[in-house]
T-cell receptor, first 115, second 116 residues
Framework: NAGVTQTPKFRVLKTGQSMTLLCAQD?????MYWYRQDPGMGLRLIHY???????AKGEVPDGYNVSRLKKQNFLLGLESAAPSQTSVYFC??????????????FGQGTRLTVV | GDSVTQMEGPVTLSEEAFLTINCTYT??????LFWYVQYPGEGLQLLLKATKADDKGSNKGFEATYRKETTSFHLEKGSVQVSDSAVYFCALSEGLFSGGYNKLIFGAGTRLAVHP
């Protein structure tokens, strides 16, 4: 079972370049999330989606855009990369939004370096 | 706001040693508490959870008890193996936010290295 798959796994960008991170899940989950993880900090929510065609801002949305055109895919875009966006990015999905009682499934992460 | 604090790592142990990874939380209500584990090269996966005070979550020999009086959810294992080497994340989830979901709040993660 594939679960949640992120593409690419590693990437180096120059300041000002753009890129898109792809997240795909095969569990028919409604909810999908993008997090970033920085040293000494927990995962922080960037954007999330409660269903196909919907997106919403999380805790740290500035500098990122997202799209959920298909239920199984959630794309994270960086229009003009900055060194502050150097991080490890995790995608996750869950069956419902009730994360008190529903397990979230995570991808392997994408390590992005902006130079 | 809600927060989760974990002991800093890395934690280095010999095989068969006893493991404790401390986790304390701050929350306004009655959160659910989780431990997630990330093995090398893999995504985070749920290890165990507890949804109310005094509940004990357990899985793969790991245990954690939801202690409301001390706002803690420490992870323990009696005898670690090399295969337990991973990063462990404590997390909480509480309430129902206006966005239609209740978010997960993570600690910084604790790296565990077990050597033979």
């Amino acid at each position: 079972n594939a679960g949640v798959t992120q593409t690419p796994k590693f990437r180096v960008l120059k300041t000002g370049q753009s890129m898109t991170l792809l997240c795909a899940q095969d569990m028919n989950h409604e909810y999908m999330y993008w997090y970033r993880q920085d040293p000494g900090m927990g995962l922080r929510l960037i954007h999330y989606s409660v269903g196909e065609g919907t997106t919403a801002k999380g805790e740290v949305p500035d500098g990122y855009n997202v799209s959920r055109l298909k239920k199984q895919n959630f794309l994270l875009g960086l229009e003009s990369a900055a060194p502050s966006q150097t991080s490890v990015y995790f995608c996750a999905s869950s069956y419902s939004g009730d994360q008190m009682n529903t397990e979230a499934f995570f991808g392997q992460g994408t390590r992005l370096t902006v130079v | 706001g809600d927060s989760v604090t974990q002991m800093e790592g890395p934690v280095t142990l010999s095989e068969e040693a006893f493991l404790t990874i401390n986790c304390t939380y701050t929350a306004t209500g009655y959160p659910s508490l989780f431990w997630y584990v990330q093995y090398p090269g893999e995504g985070l996966q749920l290890l165990l959870k507890a949804t109310k005070a005094d509940d004990k979550g357990s899985n793969k020999g790991f245990e954690a008890t939801y202690r409301k009086e001390t706002t803690s959810f420490h992870l323990e294992k009696g005898s670690v193996q090399v295969s337990d080497s991973a990063v462990y994340f404590c997390a909480l989830s509480e309430g129902l936010f206006s966005g239609g979901y209740n978010k997960l709040i993570f600690g910084a993660g604790t790296r565990l290295a077990v050597h033979p």
